[in-house]
């Protein structure tokens, strides 16, 4: 029978050894996105009904950019750590392996995307198709 110290008791360390900082990791950025979701309503609710020029103009303004990337960046790494927790739970072996791959790619993608597009629009280098 194994019973856990008291030191590791304090430190809330499980046998994982990284329980206790994924859920801090997860709460940190929740808080984050409890800030940063009304801020970025609120941008894009001043772009809707904008004419292509002025909605270009206006992402290319510093405040606007900043505010996207950032709702963006923060929202994907919590789905990156989110869909961990809930892969972990529910698959195992090989699915759970592929499963993390194809949640870590699709976050990243969705956030190299993101910033490619505000850095293009910042840059005003839009080519029309």
Known sequence: MHYITPRKAAEGLGAAHEGTQAHWALTISSVALLILTPLFMITIARAIGLPRE???AYFARPL??????LFVIVGMLHF????RIMIDDYF??????????LSVIFGWAV????VYALARM???????L
């Open 122 to 128: 910042g840059l005003g280098a839009i080519v029309v």
């Open 54 to 56: 002025l909605v270009l």
């Open 64 to 69: 606007p950019a900043l505010i996207t990337a």
């Open 92 to 101: 195992r072996d090989t699915t759970r392996r592929v499963a993390i791959i």
């Open 111 to 114: 956030i190299a995307a993101a």
């Open 80 to 83: 990156i750590r989110g869909t």
